[in-house]
Nanobody, 130 residues
Framework: QVQLVESGGGTVQVGGSLRLSCAAS????????MGWFRQGPGKEREAVAAIYTAGDNSYYVDSVKGRFTISQDNNKRTMYLQMNDLKPEDSGVYYC???????????????????????WGQGVQVSVSS
């Protein structure tokens, strides 16, 4: 049974930093596309970043490029999201997700759509105060 558990959320001021973690279990982990998504109040869930777990190729949406860094540790089966220079619009519930084994190229093609991922964590709250 696939299980994804996020941690590391909290409340920070504008310009602050947080590091989210997503611990994965119950599947092969290597060779999957794993993503971070977020959902603000009254908004749809949106992609933030993704990483291919066999090779570390990473993908970002434009709004977080240069501020967020996605990484992962195969030995720990854990994905991370380092978030710097946080803005109020970054607030929301952050989810990690994974999908069936894919290629790195396919990960880059599909990461923006939540519907392409079929296993999700419970989410963690990130609040950025001005």
């Amino acid at each position: 049974q696939v299980q994804l558990v996020e941690s590391g959320g909290g409340t920070v001021q504008v310009g602050g930093s947080l590091r989210l973690s997503c611990a994965a279990s119950g599947y092969s982990y290597n060779g999957h596309c794993m993503g971070w998504f977020r959902q603000g109040p009254g908004k749809e869930r949106e992609a933030v970043a993704a990483i291919y777990t066999a090779g570390d190729n990473s993908y970002y949406v434009d709004s977080v490029k240069g501020r967020f860094t996605i990484s992962q540790d195969n030995n720990k089966r854990t994905m991370y999201l380092q978030m710097n220079d946080l803005k109020p619009e970054d607030s929301g519930v952050y989810y990690c997700a994974t999908d069936e084994p894919r290629s790195s190229r396919r990960c880059g093609e599909i990461f923006r759509a939540p519907a392409n991922f079929d296993a999700w964590g419970q989410g963690v709250q990130v609040s950025v105060s001005s």
